[in-house]
């Protein structure tokens, strides 16, 4: 899998982490001061990429957690068959078929962006 590790206190709003095996995009984190003999913790609100759902998770600031690695590359639409197209990696020419999400609309020939995220590819538009 694509991931590294990060201190939860270096993570921002807008970063990514991973919680319950879902790759997701921080919305909130809120720190709580240190008591007298305890650490500082923080609350890490976060949207799945993948599906959408929201997730939290409670750790101490110093604490290490798992980021996935995001990368973003290009494709060109071969062909789009029903919710389903055929794409083309303008990097390694590889070719593959990916599911087309509901807020997308594409055609044959576009070139698209896409994001390869723990081993899964997710689309979208390329303006």
Known sequence: ??????????LR???YIIIDNHPCRISDIQTSA????????????????FDGSKKGTLK???A??????????QAQVLSVSGK???LMDL???????????????IKGGETIFFW???DRRLLERSD
């Open 13 to 15: 709003k807008g970063r």
């Open 64 to 73: 290490k957690v798992e980021v996935p690695i995001v990368e973003k590359r």
């Open 84 to 86: 389903t197209a055929q």
């Open 60 to 62: 101490p600031g110093d």
């Open 116 to 118: 390869i995220i723990m």
């Open 91 to 105: 990097t390694s020419y590889e070719t593959f078929d990916s599911e087309i999400p509901k807020s997308l609309t």
């Open 34 to 49: 240190p008591g007298k003999h305890g650490h500082a913790k923080s609350r890490i609100t976060a949207t799945s990429i």
């Open 1 to 10: 899998m694509n991931t590294t590790f990060e201190e939860v206190g270096k």
